[in-house]
C-alpha cells in the first residue's frame, strides 16, 4: 500500500441542528490535508470556505448552545487519517456547529429513551444542502431491500433475534463510497423488512484511525442469544447477545503483516458492545494469514445434538496444506493436485473479477478449509481457554484452485449437517466471481480422535446462481425457521454513485430446508406479506414494462409436458434502462439469465435444474432475485447502468417472444419502504 499524498485543503464552515429528544451526537469522517480514501469525489464536494491567515489550524469541531452560548470543543488529533467524535446535547437545545480542518462524512443524532424504536437521526452536513454531504433526501437503489442510509456496506454479521425484535449487523465503511476501515454498522426490524438504523455498533482498531499504512478493522462475526449465565438460549429469553468476530490489521498492504484473531464482546441492551477481546489465536498448525469470520450457531451448541458428544462449535475460514486433508481428498475423487483435477465445474484461480483462464497460477499446494474450535458444553464462552482447535471440518479439494474461504457457516438443518463457504479468489465455469458453495452431510465420529471434527459430505451446490451473492449468513429464529441473508456483491462495477448514495444492499431474507439433499432457499413469508401490493392486470401485447415500473414481483408458471419438463423458448425482459437490458432466457428447457449492455455481458448464468415449472422474480430496482420451483435454485444479479446518471428511466416486464410457454402470468407491484430519516 503506497503512502498516498495529502490533500492542500483546509475547511470551515458552519450548520445550525436541533436535538430534539436525542442527547448525543456523533460524527465520522476525514482529517483534512490527508489521503482522498475512494469516496467517489464527495471529499471535494462538500462546500466550505478557506480560513484566514493567523487562523487556529487545529480540525475540530465546535458545538456552541444557542441560547445559553456555552461552548463544548470536539478535537481530532492533526496527525490523524480519520475521526470519530461525539458530544452530549441538552434535550430540546439549538447548537451551531462550527466544523474546521475536516470533513464529516456521516453524522447524526443518537441516544433516546425509544432508540430502537426511532432509530438515529441523519444529520445533513452540507452547508448550502446542494447535494454534497449527505442529501436531505437521498435516492434509493431499491425500494424494498435493506441498505444503509449512505456509504459501503458489505457483509451482514452478527444476525440474530433478541428481546423481540431481529438484529442485524453489516460491514460498513462510513468515510467513504467504497470498501475502507472496517466498522460494524447496526439496524433492528420486527419483520425483517422494516429496517430502523442504530448508532455504529463497534469502531477499528486504533491504529487504522491513526496511521495511513494500515487497513482492516472490525471484520466479520456472528452472534447468538445468552441467558443471565452466558448460555445460548432463544432470543426473545436472552439476557444479552454474544458476539464472535475478527480482528483484523495489516500494513501496507502486506500479508506477511497481517494479523487476524477471533474476538468475543456482549451487548446487554442490543446496542451497546463491550470492547473485543482476544478468544481464539492464530496458533493452530498451518493456519494461512487468512484466518477469519467465526460463525457460531445455536444448533451446534446443542448439548446432546448428533457429532458434537456435547461440545459448542465455532467455525472459521482458512486455507491449509494439502497434505494436511489426505481423507478429504480421497472422500472427494481428486486423483492430483493440479487444476485440471482441482477445478470444480471447470473453474478457475482469479484475484480478480475479470481475470480469465489461465492469466494466474493456481497454489496447488494449499486447500480451502473451514476449520472448527469447540468447547465443552457449559463452559465459559469468553474464555480463550474454553476453546480447542478441532482440526478441519472440511476441505474442498474439488475446487482447490481457489484461495481460501470467507464467510463459513455450519449449522444442522433437517436433520443433516450443513456447512457453507465462499470460494475466494475463484471465477466458476460460467464466469461468476466468488460464488458460494453448500455441502450436506453427516459428522464423522467413529474414528474421530481426540477433539477432531470431520464433515462426510454426501451433496454440493451452489447457493445462487447470479453473479451478485456473497458472505451469506444464516441463524435460527425463535419459531425454529432457519434464515439467511446476504450481501448483493457489485463484483463487476454495475453500481455508480448516481444511483444511490449507499454502495450495498442485503438480499431478502430466505428460509433454507433441504429437499432431496439439496439446499433449498425462498423468501421468508413476510416479504409476501409486507411487499406485495396490488395486483397488476397484464397487456394483451405482453408489454408491462410502464405498468411495473421499477419494482415488482412476477409468479410464472410454465407449460410443461408429461414428464414436467419444460421445453420451450422464450424471452423476457425483466428490466431495461437506456441501452441496458436484463433478460430471462428459456432455450431448450434451460433457463438463465442475461444482460446487454453491462459488464456482465459475457458471463453465462445458466440455472442448474433439469426441470422447470415456476420462476419468481422479484425485481427491486438495481436487484433482482429469482426463485425457481419455490426455491430449489436461487439467482440473485445486479441490474443498472453503469455509465448513467441516476435511478429514472427505468421500466420493467416486457415480453419478447415465447409468450405462449406460460401458464400464466401473476404480477404485483412493490410497496416501497420509507427507509431514509435526515434531520434537518
Known amino acids: 500500500m503506497s503512502q498516498p499524498s495529502h490533500k492542500a485543503a483546509y475547511t470551515r464552515f458552519s450548520i445550525r441542528i436541533t436535538s430534539g429528544d436525542y442527547s448525543r451526537i456523533d460524527f465520522y469522517g476525514l482529517v483534512d490535508k490527508r489521503p482522498d480514501t475512494g469516496d467517489g469525489g464527495l471529499r471535494n464536494s462538500l462546500l466550505s ?3 484566514g491567515p493567523g487562523a487556529d489550524p487545529r480540525p475540530r469541531i465546535v458545538m456552541t448552545d444557542s441560547s445559553t452560548g456555552e461552548r463544548t470543543l470536539l478535537e481530532a488529533p492533526a496527525e490523524n487519517v480519520y475521526f470519530h467524535l461525539w458530544a452530549q446535547l441538552k434535550e430540546g437545545a439549538a447548537y451551531q456547529l462550527e466544523v474546521r480542518g475536516l470533513t464529516v462524512t ?9 432508540i430502537l424504536e426511532k432509530g438515529i437521526r441523519l444529520i445533513d452536513m452540507s452547508p448550502a444542502r446542494e447535494g454534497a454531504g449527505i442529501p436531505g433526501d437521498p435516492p434509493s437503489q431499491t425500494a424494498t431491500h435493506f441498505e444503509p442510509p449512505c456509504r459501503w456496506m458489505n457483509d451482514p454479521n452478527g444476525l440474530c433475534r433478541f428481546q423481540g425484535r431481529y438484529h442485524l449487523f453489516y460491514q460498513f465503511n462510513p468515510f467513504g463510497w467504497k470498501w475502507g476501515p472496517m466498522h460494524w454498522g447496526h439496524a433492528v426490524s420486527e419483520d425483517m423488512i422494516h429496517w430502523t438504523h442504530l448508532p455504529l455498533a463497534m469502531d477499528p482498531q486504533a491504529e487504522i484511525y491513526s496511521d495511513s499504512s494500515y487497513a482492516g478493522g472490525a471484520f466479520s462475526g456472528s452472534a447468538i442469544p445468552v441467558d443471565g449465565q452466558g448460555r445460548p438460549c432463544p432470543g426473545d429469553r436472552a439476557h444479552a447477545i454474544r458476539f464472535f468476530l475478527t480482528c483484523h490489521l495489516e500494513k501496507n498492504g502486506d500479508p506477511a503483516h497481517q494479523v487476524e484473531y477471533q474476538a468475543t464482546c456482549l451487548s446487554l441492551d442490543g446496542i451497546h458492545l463491550s470492547q473485543p477481546s482476544l478468544v481464539i489465536g492464530h496458533e493452530a498448525p498451518g493456519l494461512a494469514p487468512d484466518f477469519r469470520d467465526p460463525k457460531v450457531d445455536m444448533t451446534a451448541l446443542e448439548p446432546k445434538g448428533a457429532g458434537s458428544r456435547g461440545r459448542a462449535v465455532i467455525v472459521a475460514a482458512t486455507n491449509l496444506p494439502a497434505r494436511l486433508g489426505e481423507d478429504f481428498r480421497r472422500a472427494q475423487g481428486v486423483e492430483s493436485l493440479d487444476d485440471e483435477h482441482m477445478s470444480g465445474d471447470g473453474g478457475w484461480f482469479a484475484p480478480n473479477p475479470w481475470d480469465r483462464k489461465g492469466e494466474w497460477e493456481a497454489d496447488h499446494s494449499s486447500v480451502p478449509a473451514i476449520v472448527a474450535y469447540t468447547a465443552v458444553a457449559g463452559a465459559d464462552l469468553s474464555r480463550a481457554g474454553s476453546w480447542h482447535y478441532a482440526g478441519p471440518l472440511l476441505m474442498d479439494y474439488r475446487h482447490g484452485v481457489s484461495k481460501t474461504y470467507e464467510c463459513p457457516d455450519f449449522f444442522k438443518l433437517d436433520g443433516r449437517w450443513v456447512a457453507i463457504g465462499a470460494l475466494m479468489h475463484y471465477r466458476d465455469g460460467g464466469g461468476r466471481f466468488q460464488p458460494v458453495r453448500w455441502y450436506v452431510g453427516d459428522i464423522a465420529t467413529a474414528a474421530d480422535a481426540g477433539r477432531c471434527l470431520r464433515m462426510r459430505v454426501a451433496s454440493s451446490g451452489w447457493c445462487d446462481g447470479g453473479d451478485s451473492y456473497y458472505a451469506v449468513q444464516s441463524f435460527v429464529d425463535d419459531s425454529g425457521r432457519r434464515i439467511a441473508i ?42 409476501y406479506e409486507e411487499l406485495l401490493g396490488p395486483s397488476i392486470a397484464f397487456a394483451d401485447d405482453g408489454n408491462l414494462a410502464e405498468k411495473t415500473g421499477r419494482s415488482y414481483y412476477a409468479d410464472l408458471r410454465l407449460f410443461t409436458g408429461d414428464a414436467a419438463v419444460f421445453r420451450g423458448d422464450f424471452d423476457l425482459i425483466l428490466a431495461s434502462k437506456g441501452d441496458c437490458l436484463l433478460h430471462l432466457l428459456g432455450r431448450k428447457g434451460r433457463i438463465r ?11 453465462n448464468l445458466a440455472i442448474d435444474l433439469p426441470a422447470v415449472s ?44 415465447g409468450g405462449e410457454c406460460f401458464a400464466s402470468f401473476d404480477v404485483h407491484g412493490l410497496r416501497s419502504l420509507n427507509k431514509r430519516r435526515v434531520a434537518r
Open 614 to 657: 415456476r420462476v419468481e422474480v422479484f425485481m427491486d430496482g438495481t436487484v433482482c432475485e429469482l426463485f425457481l420451483n419455490d426455491g430449489e435454485e436461487a439467482a440473485t444479479v445486479l441490474f443498472d447502468d453503469p455509465h448513467g446518471s441516476g435511478s429514472s428511466g427505468q421500466t420493467g416486464l416486457r415480453i419478447v417472444h
Open 106 to 114: 456521516y453524522a447524526y443524532l443518537n441516544e433516546c429513551a425509544d
Open 49 to 51: 470556505t478557506g480560513i
Open 486 to 527: 446476504g450481501w448483493v456483491a457489485d463484483w463487476f462495477g454495475i453500481r455508480n454513485p448516481a444511483t444511490s448514495p449507499a454502495n450495498g444492499v442485503m438480499t431478502y431474507p430466505r428460509q433454507l430446508h433441504l429437499r432431496q439433499g439439496r439446499l433449498i432457499s425462498h423468501p421468508v413469508e413476510e416479504v
Open 593 to 603: 439469465l442475461a444482460t446487454d449492455g453491462l459488464p456482465t455481458d459475457r458471463l
